[in-house]
């Protein structure tokens, strides 16, 4: 009896039941929790020898198939799209996020790839990224590196240690020109290029603070402001100040013989610092139970230091307690001094004392004012116009020949009085009549110059119809 050969198929499964639909010839399935093998070829499994190549039966086609396992299949990320947004009663839709720098992988957590630190666009980790002006940097190699700093250390290094008095002459021309800019962080600068002895630091302080004793209120605010700069940029210590103030302290004596009100001034100063937080409170108690009773000066000082702290509100009004001085000023206030300084002149005549309110303004760029505000009340007093034309005139030849108003300042007054001459004349008829007179006797005491005698406006008489002319101006 002859058989028909047909492939043999051998279904094996696990897990699972044997399904005839699936079946291919000469191939065998073993699928194992899912995952497929094609290691184990259906040639071994064909019971009846035909069709197998060894046995010199015919070759199945698909022998020669390169079976591979399949892929795990990956979890896709989400989708980048945003969700509409409606702006102005438009709806805009945003473009895909395209140029993210997550990973698309839906691998990891979802941060930036290599921490930030790599790719298009970026800038290295922060630990990468360069500090400028590294003045610490000693590699050659470095990009910070710079050979002037490293040649100013190193020569700060070997210079010698300066004190006593070559420190001195090294610090008074700088504290000279802070006085002059008031750039508090130049003084650190130069300050820091200098290789000041430990022992001596404190003679930086001492030093401004004596030289602030013989100026004015302006340069004692600009001490104060450096003082608490330079603690605030570690540039001297407070225990270094404490021992500046202990010093000045104890050479009053001598201070007082240039500065009459030195005690008074250095306890200012004492309280300023204190209120600057560059001292503390305890300081000014210390002392009172170092210094001896005998040291009157000392205790005058410290006196008026604890006065300013302990009285009202003392912490906020010591920002002021060398007033505003100078041009910083406002306008209307320094109006207000100068027309105050010509009244109490005409009512005492002491030029002196005059001069000296003036001076005290410290604003020599503003004595055209004096000249102006004296000549205008020159024109207003108009009922005792003799008396007071007479003494503007001397307190102002006063001013002129001490050198406090300029020639340049007292032309500036005259001519700005000329230029207001229209508007004045509205409240004071004889305005041009009383300017003239005025004029002749400053001229007489050699106040103003022949050229500005004769700058000064006349008023043009009107002309009628009455007059024949018909109301015509001259040619």
């Given at each position: 009896?002859?058989?028909?050969?047909?492939p043999?198929?051998?279904?094996?499964?696990?897990?699972?039941?044997v399904?005839?639909?699936?079946?291919?010839?000469?191939?065998?399935?073993?699928?194992q929790?899912?995952?497929?093998?094609?290691?184990?070829?259906?040639?071994?499994?064909?019971?009846?020898?035909?069709?197998?190549?060894?046995?010199?039966?015919?070759?199945?086609?698909?022998?020669?198939?390169?079976?591979?396992?399949?892929?795990?299949?990956?979890r896709?990320?989400?989708?980048k799209?945003?969700?509409?947004?409606?702006?102005?009663?438009?709806v805009?839709?945003?473009?895909?996020?395209?140029?993210?720098?997550?990973?698309?992988?839906?691998?990891?957590?979802?941060?930036?790839?290599?921490?930030?630190?790599?790719?298009?666009?970026?800038?290295?980790?922060?630990?990468?990224?360069?500090?400028?002006?590294?003045?610490?940097?000693?590699?050659?190699?470095?990009?910070?590196?710079?050979?002037?700093?490293?040649?100013?250390?190193?020569?700060?290094?070997?210079?010698?240690?300066?004190?006593?008095?070559?420190?001195?002459?090294?610090?008074?021309?700088?504290?000279?020109?802070?006085?002059e800019?008031?750039?508090?962080?130049e003084?650190a600068?130069?300050?820091?290029?200098?290789?000041?002895?430990t022992?001596?630091?404190?003679?930086?302080?001492?030093?401004?603070?004596?030289?602030?004793?013989?100026?004015?209120?302006?340069?004692?605010?600009?001490?104060?402001?450096?003082?608490?700069?330079?603690?605030?940029?570690?540039?001297?210590?407070?225990?270094?100040?404490?021992?500046?103030?202990?010093?000045l302290?104890?050479?009053?004596?001598?201070?007082?013989?240039?500065?009459?009100?030195?005690?008074?001034?250095?306890?200012?100063?004492?309280?300023?610092?204190i209120?600057?937080?560059?001292?503390?409170?305890?300081?000014?108690?210390?002392?009172?139970?170092?210094?001896?009773?005998?040291?009157?000066?000392?205790?005058?000082?410290?006196?008026?230091?604890?006065?300013?702290?302990?009285?009202?509100?003392?912490?906020?009004?010591?920002d002021?307690?060398w007033?505003v001085?100078?041009?910083?000023?406002?306008?209307?206030?320094?109006v207000?001094?100068?027309?105050?300084?010509?009244?109490?002149?005409?009512?005492?005549?002491d030029?002196?004392?005059?001069?000296?309110?003036?001076?005290?303004?410290?604003?020599?760029?503003?004595?055209?004012?004096?000249?102006?505000?004296?000549?205008?009340?020159?024109?207003?007093?108009?009922?005792?116009?003799?008396?007071v034309?007479?003494?503007?005139?001397?307190?102002?030849?006063?001013?002129?020949?001490?050198?406090v108003?300029?020639i340049?300042q007292?032309?500036?007054?005259?001519?700005?009085?000329?230029?207001?001459?229209?508007?004045?004349?509205?409240?004071?008829?004889?305005?041009?009549?009383?300017?003239?007179?005025?004029?002749?006797?400053?001229?007489?005491?050699?106040?103003?110059?022949?050229?500005?005698?004769?700058?000064?406006?006349?008023r043009?008489?009107?002309?009628f119809?009455?007059?024949?002319?018909?109301?015509?101006?001259?040619?």
């Amino acid at each position: 009896m002859e058989v028909d050969a047909q492939p043999s198929v051998n279904f094996v499964e696990q897990n699972g039941d044997v399904s005839s639909d699936e079946a291919e010839p000469n191939v065998n399935f073993v699928e194992q929790n899912g995952d497929v093998s094609s290691d184990e070829a259906d040639t071994n499994n064909n019971t009846s020898g035909e069709g197998d190549g060894m046995n010199g039966g015919p070759t199945s086609a698909l022998d020669g198939r390169i079976t591979r396992k399949a892929k795990r299949r990956l979890r896709k990320s989400p989708s980048k799209e945003l969700p509409p947004v409606v702006l102005n009663g438009l709806v805009t839709v945003p473009q895909k996020e395209k140029n993210m720098r997550k990973s698309r992988a839906g691998r990891g957590r979802g941060l930036p790839k290599k921490g930030g630190a790599g790719g298009k666009g970026t800038w290295g980790k922060p630990d990468d990224v360069y500090e400028e002006n590294d003045a610490d940097c000693q590699d050659v190699n470095d990009p910070n590196y710079d050979s002037d700093i490293q040649a100013d250390i190193a020569l700060k290094a070997t210079s010698p240690k300066l004190k006593g008095k070559e420190l001195l002459d090294m610090v008074e021309p700088i504290i000279q020109e802070y006085f002059e800019n008031g750039d508090t962080d130049e003084v650190a600068e130069c300050l820091s290029q200098l290789n000041i002895d430990t022992m001596d630091r404190h003679e930086v302080a001492s030093n401004a603070l004596t030289l602030a004793m013989e100026r004015k209120a302006p340069e004692k605010e600009l001490t104060s402001v450096l003082i608490s700069d330079l603690y605030g940029l570690k540039v001297v210590s407070e225990a270094e100040l404490e021992v500046a103030f202990e010093q000045l302290l104890h050479g009053l004596p001598d201070l007082t013989l240039d500065s009459p009100d030195a005690p008074i001034v250095l306890g200012q100063f004492i309280a300023r610092a204190i209120a600057d937080d560059c001292l503390a409170p305890r300081f000014l108690q210390s002392l009172k139970k170092k210094i001896k009773e005998e040291h009157i000066l000392c205790f005058q000082a410290l006196n008026r230091a604890d006065l300013l702290l302990n009285m009202k509100h003392g912490m906020l009004k010591l920002d002021n307690v060398w007033g505003v001085g100078g041009g910083r000023r406002p306008v209307k206030v320094l109006v207000k001094k100068v027309v105050l300084l010509i009244k109490e002149f005409l009512s005492s005549g002491d030029a002196k004392e005059a001069f000296r309110c003036l001076v005290e303004l410290d604003v020599p760029h503003f004595h055209h004012e004096l000249v102006y505000e004296a000549v205008y009340m020159v024109l207003e007093r108009y009922e005792s116009v003799e008396r007071v034309a007479q003494s503007i005139a001397v307190l102002l030849k006063y001013m002129f020949d001490h050198n406090v108003v300029t020639i340049d300042q007292m032309n500036t007054g005259f001519r700005r009085v000329f230029a207001s001459l229209p508007d004045i004349v509205i409240d004071v008829p004889h305005a041009f009549t009383i300017m003239e007179r005025f004029a002749d006797i400053c001229r007489q005491e050699d106040i103003i110059s022949a050229q500005l005698r004769a700058e000064v406006p006349t008023r043009v008489r009107k002309r009628f119809v009455s007059e024949g002319d018909g109301g015509r101006l001259k040619e």
